[in-house]
């Protein structure tokens, strides 16, 4: 089945040329089936670029999915097209009635700063808890799950001394999870960010449990039974080139910043990244997607009750 985007939103074409199903929103209307609505707190400031790489990888079930994209009420992107946002997004107080099966909180380029000094924090506070009632499976990312694990638990971000950047491998720490299905004994997954959540501090927290980790840069992905709730700290939806795209910049402009750790072939900046995560990503959000469906009510009038 496939997921249900607008015709003119410019990841349609990307995602038809790529194979995956995508159909508009009069085709659906014929079809009598519910489709999953998830929404997607956007907060990256290159927009389409991460609507791309999420709708890829929620369209790649069987399942028809209707993807709402969010932005915040007040924030304004300098970085993407004003008509864009216009056509394509809503703010949180349009949506704050309405049930959703599952949300995708994105990261933010907002490492450096305590939460408390984000310009959205309030407001990204009322995201959060309106999640207990209008969301059946909220999936916080990077930042974002930073920001989800802090909110509900008071598990702290800590500053790194170098960047973790590059691709890293993780241990798969519970096989029989359901979000883990079909899973290896360990995985690669792209990471970079300035920040880190320690082991022991999330062990302190009642109900969490980790499911992937790496001896090298800490915990990666949280289940939070509790809040109905999986909190990812790296970037398993990153494109094969996203990493590239991060070094060629801070190059450019400069910046102190070391090859990514595993990714160039050689440790050659010339050649061409291969993807080697691309199976684990569509693994993990097919095994969510799956686990919505499986215990998300018909009735969405019932989410959250």
């Not at 304004?76 to 703010?91: D, G, I, K, L, V």
């Not at 995708?104 to 009322?126: C, K, N, Q």
């Not at 992905?221 to 990153?238: C, G, M, Q, S, T």
């Not at 090859?259 to 569509?282: I, K």
Request: proline share 6%; net charge negative.
């Amino acid at each position: 089945m496939p997921i249900k985007i607008p015709a003119d939103l410019p990841a349609y074409d990307v995602l038809t040329n790529e194979g995956v199903m995508v159909m508009d929103p009069d085709q659906a209307a014929r079809q009598d089936i519910r489709a999953l609505r998830i929404g997607l707190l956007n907060l990256m400031p290159k927009k389409i670029q991460t609507e791309n790489q999420f709708a890829r990888l929620i369209g790649a079930t069987p399942l028809q999915i209707e993807l709402s994209l969010i932005r915040m009420s007040e924030h304004q992107t300098r970085n993407t097209a004003a008509a864009h946002m216009e056509s394509f997004y809503r703010p949180f107080e349009e949506v704050r009635d309405e049930k959703f099966d599952g949300l995708i909180i994105t990261g933010a380029p907002i490492e450096h700063l305590a939460f408390d000094e984000v310009t959205y924090w309030d407001e990204l506070r009322m995201v959060m808890d309106w999640t207990q009632t209008n969301v059946h499976s909220t999936f916080g990312v990077c930042w974002g799950g930073m920001a989800m694990i802090n909110h509900f638990h008071g598990v702290r971000k800590h500053m790194l001394e170098a960047k973790a950047f590059g691709c890293f491998r993780h241990r798969n720490l519970a096989p029989a999870s359901q979000y883990l299905r079909g899973f290896s004994d360990d995985c690669v997954i792209p990471v970079s960010r300035w920040t880190e959540m320690r082991q022991a501090e999330i062990d302190a927290a009642p109900g969490l449990t980790t499911l992937l980790g790496s001896d090298e840069v800490g915990p990666c992905l949280v289940e939070d039974p509790a809040h109905r709730a999986l909190y990812i700290f790296n970037h398993f939806e990153y494109d094969s080139d996203t990493l590239k795209q991060e070094y060629d910049r801070d190059v450019a402009s400069g910046e102190a910043i070391t090859l990514p750790v595993n990714y160039y072939p050689g440790d050659d900046p010339a050649r061409t990244p291969l993807n080697r995560w691309r199976s684990h990503a569509h693994l993990l959000y097919g095994n969510w997607i799956n686990a919505i469906y499986q215990s998300t009510p018909f009735d969405m009038s019932q989410i959250g009750a």
